[in-house]
């Protein structure tokens, strides 16, 4: 489900003022700033005000909040399990009892304005297929485009993320490389291995030298994104 205007709920507890909006300008005091009540749009505060206010909710009908996760929340009723995950103003849930995520969407809609989406297919770049064999979750959308923002969308294909044996080094007489653009593919590959266990270990000693690549590095990662191409729709 989404919540609609979801920041301009949040409730602010320190003072902020505003400069009154071209076009709504008050005659009598043109020259007068807006104290506001609750959060606006590009607010700084507006995202932690917000959470405070919808944590605040399902924490009074009953919900626990996780203690390492702090945006997933639990509601335990007759030995059936509701659970909700929230992200910015995009919450997902489910339950071993399908009667209490009715009650949960009538919950919502009795203070927030909400849109159901549905059956939850994509989620923060996971795509997720349902069926009565389990659960699939894989990025393949979010590794093609990788391949196109890296430009190795027509590269070749390899079928490991990193060779048998190979050993990588700091390499402290290679050739340097653009650490903006390094940076950028390790930190891609690290949010891919949410779904590809498959590439953690080669992505993560690649992670290491984030701070002076050379060339060899390069290679390296590049290896995986061509091992990647091959197997786009790998996932969990």
């Given amino acids: 489900m989404d919540v609609k205007c979801a920041f301009l709920h949040g409730e602010i507890d320190r003072d902020v003022y505003i400069q009154q909006p071209p076009g709504f300008e008050d005659p009598q005091f043109p020259n007068h700033s807006f ?44 030995k059936h399990l509701l659970i909700v995950q929230i992200y910015d103003d995009d919450i997902i849930f489910g339950s071993t009892d399908e009667s209490l995520s009715i009650k949960f969407v009538d919950l919502m809609k009795s203070k927030f304005e909400m849109s159901m989406i549905g059956e939850m297919t994509t989620f923060l770049g996971l795509q997720v297929k349902q069926s009565s064999d389990g659960i699939f979750i894989n990025q393949e959308n ?95």
């Fill in 35 to 78: 104290k506001l009540q609750k959060a606006v749009y590009g607010l700084k505060q507006a995202p932690r005000a917000w959470y405070s206010t919808l944590s605040t909710f399902l924490e009074e009908s009953g919900f626990k909040r996780g203690s390492i996760d702090q945006t997933l929340f639990r509601k335990i009723l007759n």
């Fill in 142 to 236: 979010y590794v093609k485009n990788l391949l196109t923002r890296f430009s190795l969308d027509k590269s070749n294909t390899t079928k490991t993320p990193m060779a048998f044996g190979y050993k990588l080094d700091a390499d402290l007489n290679g050739k340097p490389v653009d650490q903006k653009k390094y940076r950028g593919m390790i930190g891609s590959l690290l949010y891919l291995i949410a779904s590809r266990p498959d590439i953690m270990f080669s992505t993560c000693v690649c992670a290491r030298y984030q701070a002076n690549p050379m060339e060899s590095h390069a290679v390296a990662v590049k290896r995986i994104f061509k091992y990647l191409k091959g197997t786009p729709s790998l996932g969990l």
